[in-house]
């Protein structure tokens, strides 16, 4: 979360995102997306996780994302 447009992402939005997505979607690669509803932020939050559906390897707000 170094980066300074993802400082603002809550680490409980992020948990809540992998407790219950709007979508769960396996990569080719075996990392997992997750998205989740962020009404603050009016937008959604996409969660990227390593194969093990844990550890979290990316976080951030995805503008462009339709359920």
């Known amino acids: 979360m170094a980066k300074p447009g993802r400082r603002q992402i809550d680490l409980l939005d992020v948990k809540a995102?992998?407790?219950r997505?709007?979508?769960r979607e396996r990569q080719s690669d075996g990392r997992v997306r997750y998205w989740i509803w962020i009404s603050a932020q009016t937008a959604?939050?996409?969660v990227v996780t390593l194969a093990d559906g844990e550890t979290v390897h990316n976080a951030f707000y995805d503008r462009?994302?339709?359920?």
Do not use: K, Q, S
């Not at 462009?64 to 359920?67: I, K, L, N, T, V």
């Open 44 to 46: 959604y939050l996409r």
């Open 21 to 23: 997505p709007v979508r």
């Open 64 to 67: 462009d994302f339709e359920p």
């Open 17 to 19: 995102a992998l407790d």
